[in-house]
């Protein structure tokens, strides 16, 4: 089963006026690869990814899952945004269980499943914390513990580490690559760090600024289980990708500056 972005455009209208987000967006996702999409501010990163969550309809194009005969469910998509929403009422183990109250397994198998991830994601000794005695990165890992659960199909990832310090999001980064061997679950990882994109995907997609066109593909040839030992490599990969941003990015600030 693979994921199939086609022609993907989307238009908005403003008092008469009409801007372009996305314009004749084409992709194919495989089975456990790791995407990353990175471009200048306003390039329609977010909305794509939106589109693909089925969160936002495009104008045109359409988003799907090209199956096999003998796949007949329907695909499970998790989502994990920049601030990871957690319900304040709820303890950590009530937080991560949300995704898997309306899935029909038994209740041994959400208790498993649950614990399985609290440890993966480095909570043990916190499920019956709230989330106002969580740091920000551990509230991150009950967001993405809760998205992991559900075993899906598509994990869709909006600049879910922006939010954090520098050294916690460090960690995080080595966290989800961790997590991703794993697991190894189809990811879309939205980012304005074009190293931690080089650090975590199989393949980066360049948008263009406004509208968002593709620009590049970059697949990244580095092994996923020693990434940290190619440290030169990466540094490469991301003054290549900057200079495919670069000019796009500085018009960017421009229009953002002259209004």
């Known amino acids: 089963m693979q994921l199939v972005i086609d022609g993907i455009c989307k238009r908005y209208e403003n008092k008469g006026r009409e801007t372009v987000a996305l314009d004749g967006i084409d992709l194919v996702v495989k089975k456990e690869e790791f995407v990353a999409i990175v471009g200048p501010s306003g390039c ?39 601030e990871a929403g957690l319900m304040p009422w709820r303890t950590v183990r009530e937080n991560i269980n949300l995704g898997l109250e309306k899935m029909n397994i ?79 679950h189809r990811t879309i990882y939205i980012t ?16 263009s600024r406004r509208p968002g066109r593709i620009k590049s593909v970059i697949q990244i040839d580095l092994p996923k289980n020693s990434r940290k030992e190619h440290q030169s490599e990466i540094l490469n990969y991301r003054e290549t990708i900057w200079n495919l ?6 018009q960017a600030i421009k229009e953002d500056i002259d209004g």
């Open 245 to 250: 941003i670069k000019d796009d990015a500085q």
């Open 44 to 82: 329609g990163k977010s909305t794509l990814l939106n589109i693909i969550a089925g969160l936002t309809s495009p104008t045109s194009g359409e988003v799907y899952f090209e199956r096999s005969e003998d796949e007949i469910n329907l695909p499970n998509i998790s989502v994990v945004f920049q």
């Open 192 to 207: 304005h760090n074009i190293e931690e994109a080089v650090y975590l995907a199989d393949k980066i997609i360049v948008l």
């Open 106 to 184: 038994s209740e041994e198998e959400k208790r498993n499943r649950i614990e399985t991830y609290i440890k993966m994601v480095g909570l043990e000794g916190f499920e019956d914390a709230y989330p106002h005695q969580l740091s920000g990165g551990m509230k991150q890992r009950v967001g993405i513990a809760r998205a992991l659960t559900t075993k899906p199909d598509l994990l869709l990832m909006d600049e879910p580490l922006s939010a954090l310090d520098a050294q916690t999001r460090i960690v995080m980064q080595e966290e989800l690559l961790n997590i991703w061997n794993q697991e190894k």
